[in-house]
């Protein structure tokens, strides 16, 4: 059941502030069906049917009696530098290292590359020296460190040059009984403070264990399947979640962010697992495109979203590294990077080439009706996130409105847009967006009803000088250069009004070149 569509403001209300409906339907779309034949059936059997935990051993602990005049100080056991390490593909992203201190700076984050390998996210301690640091401390609290003299580089500072090196520390050893196995772990210590992480609780029996499941202190966790085999980054996933496809995926970001998957990396010179307390998504995946499309359609929302997932992982399932792609796509948005992939990270690149009807001088474009769940065919974006300059565009019936018109959209979702032509013939706009070289074209029309027509000119000359007059000088000689190597994008647009559907302003890709 659709939500109910709001009343649209009057035009001669008094209005400052523009208004933003919420377009998050009350009741969720059901879940996408997935194949049976796509359940782990390793993960099927009752609780009853698992064996029992083993029961805990005794430990004994040895006190041996020491001098009385022996100075005792509390010590807490530090984590090894390799749990510190970044992955290599993180380590790839980073800007180079000062020439004066060796810190490659990422925003208000500093990172330092270790003589030993490997490279650090580091922070102040208590004492204002430089230690290793996890994501989510406050104060670092790894190995301290210091740089080498005369080179980049970093390393852990020697034990006889830390404070307190010479004072003596009392030291528990734990000493298995004689009926334990070899292979017992002795638990770790946890802090009063401390609370357990949220995958603790994902282990699994070793017997259903599958090929890729990977065992990190002692527990065993099931995967997501690799994908990339390359990518040096796993997923450790709640077993109760069989398979992740979009929604389920989209559905646990929206409910509770800590039943997300967990990313993994082998750390050296032991390659052992570790897992990244950092959460992959700090969202739903539709509210990642809503913060950087900020005005789209709520089906369009969810239809890119959708499209961009299926992108990444290759198929309507989650993989490792599909999860890693759209976490780095997330990334370059927010840092404004060149995107390696721009038909992950732009919704206009992913739009495919309608098809045409017509004949002589006329072409034809059906254009497709927008529906939630089905392919991305279309952008849509919503007047009422937009109501005041929808307003005043549907009183006025210039080309040069509706020129004016889109390129605030536009611009107001991300986009540069050369300044509009003041003709009114032939109203088109050239545009171009951050983080790629592609360059728009979109040919714009007030639209009644479901096609698009336009009429053809077989003279080359006469639409070259078309051009110029519909987007100036400077938008022209960008489409002539962009079209020489193959990056122009042709669209069509404008406004859609139909009987018994809402208006909308809409973005289709056309495949016919306008020059």
């Keep these: 059941m659709s939500p109910k569509r709001p009343t649209r403001p009057k035009t001669d209300a008094p209005d400052t502030t523009p208004v933003v409906r ?21 993960l099927t059997h009752p609780a009853w049917q698992l064996p029992a935990p083993p029961v805990p051993r005794r430990q004994m602990i040895e006190i041996y009696e020491l001098p009385a005049d022996t100075h005792v100080r509390d010590s807490t056991a530090q984590r090894p530098i390799g749990s510190y390490f970044l992955a290599p593909g993180l380590v790839s992203r980073l800007p180079p290292p000062d020439v004066q201190s060796g810190i490659r700076s990422a925003g208000r984050h500093a990172y330092v590359d270790l003589v030993e390998g490997g490279t650090v996210l580091t922070g102040p301690d208590a004492q204002s020296g430089t230690r290793a640091r996890l994501s989510n401390e406050l104060l670092a609290s790894g190995p301290l460190l210091e740089r080498v003299q005369g080179t980049l ?64 202190d002692g527990i065993q966790y099931k995967v997501i399947p690799r994908g990339d085999a390359s990518d ?22 929206g409910s509770d962010l800590q039943q997300q998957p967990r990313g993994a990396i082998q750390v050296p010179p032991a390659h052992h697992w570790q897992i990244d307390p950092t959460l992959p998504f700090e969202r739903p995946l539709t509210d990642y495109v809503r913060q950087y499309f900020p005005q789209l359609s709520a089906t369009s929302l969810e239809n890119v979203a959708f499209h961009q997932f299926v992108m990444a992982n290759g198929s309507h399932t989650a993989t490792g590294s599909g999860l890693t792609l759209l976490r780095q796509t997330f990334n370059d948005w927010k840092a ?9 990270a732009d919704p206009l690149l992913m739009l495919p080439i309608l098809p045409t009807s017509g004949s002589g001088t006329t072409r034809l474009i059906e254009l497709p009706t927008p529906s939630p769940g089905g392919p991305l065919q279309r952008l849509d974006f919503d ?9 005043f565009y549907t009183s006025t019936q210039s080309g040069v409105e509706i020129k004016r018109f889109m390129a605030s959209l536009l611009t107001r979702n991300g986009y540069s847009v050369f ?29 009644r009803g479901r096609n698009i ?34 990056k122009v994008v042709w669209l069509r647009g404008g406004t859609q009004i139909r009987a018994g559907a809402d208006d909308t302003v809409l973005i289709v890709r056309d495949g016919q070149a306008q020059i």
Excluded at 336 to 344: A, E, I, M, S, T
Excluded at 419 to 447: C, E, M, Q, T, W
Excluded at 462 to 479: F, K
């Design 153 to 216: 580089m970093w390393r852990p500072v020697p034990a006889q040059n830390t404070p307190d090196a010479d004072t003596s520390r009392l030291i528990i050893t734990r000493h298995p009984l004689p009926d334990d196995g070899q292979s017992a772990v002795p638990p770790k210590r946890r802090r009063p403070d401390e609370t357990p992480e949220r995958w603790n609780s994902w282990g699994i029996d070793p017997q259903h264990a599958t090929t890729g499941d990977i065992r990190v």
């Design 453 to 486: 027509k336009q009429a053809l000119t077989s003279d080359q000359h006469s639409a070259s000088l078309r051009l110029h007059v519909q987007v100036g000088a400077p938008a022209a000689t960008a489409v002539i250069a962009a079209h020489a190597e193959n």
């Design 336 to 344: 404004g990077n060149v995107y390696p992939r721009p038909q992950l």
């Design 232 to 253: 040096p980054i796993v997923y450790i996933k709640n077993p109760n979640h069989m398979i992740y496809d979009f929604d389920l995926l989209n559905r646990t970001l």
């Design 383 to 391: 007047p009422v996130l937009f109501h005041r300059e929808w307003d």
């Design 22 to 42: 919420n377009t998050t339907p009350d009741i969720p779309a059901p879940p996408r069906r997935v194949p049976d034949s796509l359940i782990d059936p390793t």
């Design 419 to 447: 300044d509009p032509s003041p003709s009114n013939s032939y109203p088109a706009l050239v545009f171009k967006r951050s983080g790629h070289d592609y360059v728009f074209f979109i040919s714009l029309h007030r639209i």
